[in-house]
């Protein structure tokens, strides 16, 4: 079983920067690809960034591509979403996913394993 805990998340300023952490456990990770979802209210859930542990390949959604940065740290077993420039439209429920894949993926389909989430609102 694979537990994930996000943190990072709070009340910020437009323009301002937040660094989102998911604390990943229970398996070892080599071969998996963790993801960065977020949902806002009244909207679906839909795909930010992702990661692969083993050779860190990422991928982006089009609306965050050159503001957000995720990595990981696999001493720590951690990974980080880095916003910068945030915008009102950014507020939403941030999660960290976990999928059994050596590849990115893109979609919330694909990922067996879910954080709780973490509230990130941007006011304007």
């Known amino acids: 079983q694979v537990q994930l805990v996000e943190s990072g998340g709070g009340l910020v300023q437009a323009g301002d920067s937040l660094r989102l952490s998911c604390a990943v456990s229970?398996?070892?990770?080599?071969?998996?690809?963790m993801g960065w979802f977020r949902q806002a209210p009244g909207k679906e859930r839909e795909f930010v960034a992702a990661?692969?542990?083993?050779?860190?390949?990422?991928d982006y959604a089009d609306s965050v591509k050159g503001r957000v940065t995720v990595s990981r740290d696999n001493a720590k077993d951690t990974v980080y979403l880095q916003m910068n420039s945030l915008k009102p439209e950014d507020t939403a429920v941030y999660y960290c996913?976990?999928?059994?894949?050596?590849?990115?993926?893109?979609?919330?389909?694909?990922?067996?394993?879910w954080g709780q989430g973490t509230q990130v609102t941007v006011s304007s």
């Open positions: 229970g398996r070892t990770f080599s071969s998996f690809s």
């Open positions: 996913a976990a999928s059994s894949s050596i590849t990115v993926r893109l979609w919330s389909w694909e990922y067996s394993y």
């Open positions: 990661i692969t542990w083993n050779d860190g390949r990422t």
